[in-house]
Every structure is written in structure tokens, then in C-alpha cells.
């Protein structure tokens, strides 16, 4: 007798492998997909055209950077926002690639985590401006210079 089960897994497991290639090739072609979705029109007018980093400001103090009382608890926005904080030297020479960059009251990746700006620390929620964050505090603590650092984040943004 033909074992028709194990064909049928077969077809199974091919359907699924393209399934998941169909919802995450956009996402690697550079496609608006669900990351952008922080936006309310699900667009992020700024993505795909990053436009030049800011210096770093100098003496700039990172007081603006919310705080964990600001954070709700949130154990990992907590160690992301004291990270930030931490390196705010870098991350201030950073442009964000969410779409917010031209935004009045954005200078780089450094104000989507202070509170004081019409974009109200939107760093809280935006995977981008996280992701972002996360790349540049990992990089500088691997020893990397600011100008690696832009790099990688403009391959991976």
C-alpha cells in the first residue's frame, strides 16, 4: 500500500515554506510592510532615503532620556533607555531611519528616546527607533567607531 502520508506532509511542509518566504520576502526587498506600522498611515515617509547623520552634539547632556519611572516597568525599555543614556555620545550621532528624522524637534536617534519633543520618546513603541538603538549600544560596546556604527545601521535600516 502507497504511503500517501508522507506525500501529502510533503506538499504540506512546501506550502508552508512558501507561505513564509511570501510574508517575509517584502520585508527583505525593503517593501512598507508591518514594521512601519507605527506610523498612522502605515508609511514611513523617510525610509529608503536616510539622508546624512548629525555630528554629535557637543557637551550635550542626556537628561531628557526618559528615566524607568517614565518606562512602566518595562525591564527591557529600561535597560535600552539606560544603555542609550549610557552612550548617549554615539547614539546622538545617529540619524533615525524610522521616518521621523525630519521631524521638527529631531536632531538624531538620541531625541526618539527623550521626552521634551513633539515626538514624545516614541522609541517607547517604534521597533525601528529600538532596533536601532539596540544595534548602536551592541556596536559601541564592541569597540566599533561611529562611522562603522552609521554603516551598519544604514545596511540594516
Known sequence: MPRFDFLHRRH???AL?????????????GASGASHLHHTDGHCPG???PGPHP?????YKPEH???ADDLDGDEDLIALFDSVREHSTIVDGIRCHCGCADSEGIYSLLSCYEGNNPMKAMSKW?????????LTVRLT?????????????DVRY
Not at 515554506?17 to 526587498?29: D, E, H
Not at 517604534?126 to 539596540?134: F, L, S
Request: with cysteine.
Open 126 to 134: 517604534c521597533p525601528i527607533c529600538q532596533g536601532q538603538g539596540r
Open 55 to 59: 555630528e554629535p552634539r557637543k557637551d
Open 65 to 67: 532620556v526618559l528615566t
Open 141 to 153: 560596546k564592541q569597540g566599533k567607531s561611529l562611522d562603522e556604527i552609521r554603516k551598519a545601521i
Open 47 to 49: 525610509h529608503g532615503h
Open 12 to 14: 504540506f511542509l512546501a
Open 17 to 29: 515554506g512558501g507561505a513564509a518566504v511570501a510574508i517575509i520576502a517584502p520585508r527583505w526587498l
